[in-house]
């Protein structure tokens, strides 16, 4: 996007209050993690850095299960202003027993809107140090309770809640889905 994704004006406020408005009607704490803290002090959540060098998707994982306190941890990426509270608290509901819930609509597999066990933070950490960054890499060895299509359905049949804003096109599309652009 060659910006801060998080920060960009989606319905009058940015990205990154979407999914923290969302997230704080389902938890009763929120960790952000970034390379830019300073950016994020106005918010009413846990502020962490990337506790490796390495950067990446499962660095930013492990890094705020790292900084958690909770035994299940959901997990989800700024960019993704349409999270259904329902279909969250659902999926927390499910998580005992497994080390992730992951959302796998059709043949695609959801791994930034999952929860986590924080008992898988050592296994996160030697694929790191391995040089993974990709989260799917650990699922193998890992107990998950995938969340099928009919469950979706249920809370999310037009699964608004994978749509992530990765490109230009994509955020502009998002915004005049907005009432702006059909005046």
Same mark, same amino acid.
């Given at each position: 996007?060659?910006?801060?994704?998080?920060?960009?004006?989606?319905?009058?406020?940015?990205?990154?209050?979407?999914?923290?408005?969302?997230?704080?009607?389902?938890?009763?704490?929120?960790?952000?993690?970034?390379?830019?803290?300073?950016?994020?002090?106005?918010?009413?959540?846990?502020?962490?850095?990337?506790?490796?060098?390495?950067?990446?998707?499962?660095?930013?994982?492990?890094?705020?299960?790292?900084?958690?306190?909770?035994?299940?941890?959901?997990?989800?990426?700024? +960019?993704?202003?349409?999270?259904?509270?329902?279909?969250?608290?659902?999926?927390?509901?499910?998580?005992?027993?497994? +080390?992730?819930?992951?959302?796998?609509?059709? +043949?695609?597999?959801?791994?930034?809107?999952?929860?986590?066990?924080?008992?898988?933070?050592?296994?996160?950490?030697?694929?790191?140090?391995?040089?993974?960054?990709?989260?799917?890499?650990?699922?193998?060895?890992?107990?998950?309770?995938?969340?099928?299509?009919?469950?979706?359905?249920?809370?999310?049949?037009?699964?608004?809640?994978?749509?992530?804003?990765?490109?230009?096109?994509?955020?502009?599309?998002?915004?005049?889905? +907005?009432?702006?652009?059909?005046?």
């Amino acid at each position: 996007m060659g910006k801060d994704k998080a920060f960009l004006d989606l319905a009058g406020k940015p990205l990154i209050e979407h999914v923290m408005n969302t997230l704080q009607s389902v938890f009763g704490s929120i960790i952000i993690v970034t390379n830019t803290p300073q950016r994020f002090a106005a918010y009413d959540a846990v502020v962490v850095t990337d506790v490796f060098s390495k950067r990446g998707p499962l660095t930013g994982i492990y890094s705020g299960m790292r900084s958690s306190s909770s035994e299940y941890n959901f997990v989800v990426a700024c +960019d993704m202003p349409y999270l259904n509270r329902d279909l969250i608290t659902y999926m927390a509901g499910l998580a005992e027993g497994y +080390d992730a819930v992951v959302p796998a609509p059709g +043949d695609f597999l959801e791994p930034l809107h999952a929860i986590y066990c924080r008992a898988l933070l050592p296994l996160m950490e030697r694929q790191i140090e391995q040089g993974n960054q990709r989260i799917r890499k650990i699922f193998p060895d890992l107990r998950i309770r995938y969340i099928r299509e009919s469950e979706i359905d249920r809370f999310d049949p037009g699964r608004k809640s994978f749509k992530n804003l990765n490109t230009p096109q994509e955020y502009e599309e998002a915004a005049c889905a +907005d009432w702006e652009c059909r005046n």
